[in-house]
């Protein structure tokens, strides 16, 4: 299940790539690229920082398969019908929630200080994203929007309190790994839904320069 999970997000950060090559009128093998390092970006500097060799998509090609698929079929349906590039939030915000339970269940497997775990889990759902906005010549998202990385370290902190209060189990028929995981991507995901919808953020830096604009 968490497999098929990884996947999704992987499909999920992929659109989100598609989508700003699209706003970028990239050509097909930009839209690949761009969709390639969004979904797999932050699982790769995760696996470097965790000592994993080889990456995880290096031991299974599927990632590579799947990224690139969602890329080619997101091209082929622009050429159909236009599509809506101009918000990429909300499939972001999936694949976010998705990549940070992942990142943080990962860096537990390593035996990795709960404060590494959580920063495992960040570094896998924001730094796709950031290597997509940076190669498409914009300011990432999690400098310039809502509550975004602090979302994704809400969501890593409830997984991982669960984790040790229910290391092991079940809740019925859900092992409780898993439905720890889905209370995780759902704190993330909540947090980052609300904040788009009411443009939430943490407060800002100010100078008295900038008081003054």
Sequence with gaps: MIYYLDLFGVVVFAITGSLAAGRKQLDLLGVVVLAIVTALGGGTIRDLLLGASPVFWIRDINYILF?????????????????????????DAFGLAIFTVIGVDIALAHDVSWVVAVIMGMMTGVAGGMLRDILAGEIPLILRTEIYATA??????????????????????????????LAGMLVTLTLRLVAIRWNLSLPVF??????QG
């Design 67 to 91: 990224s690139a698929g969602t890329a080619v079929l997101v091209f082929v349906v622009s050429q159909v019908r236009p599509l809506d590039s101009a918000s990429i939030r909300i499939p």
């Design 152 to 181: 994704s370290m809400c969501g890593a902190l409830v997984f991982i309190g669960l984790s040790s209060v229910y290391p092991t189990g079940s809740y019925g028929p859900f092992p409780v790994e898993m439905t720890n995981m």
């Design 206 to 211: 100010r100078t008295k320069s900038t008081d």
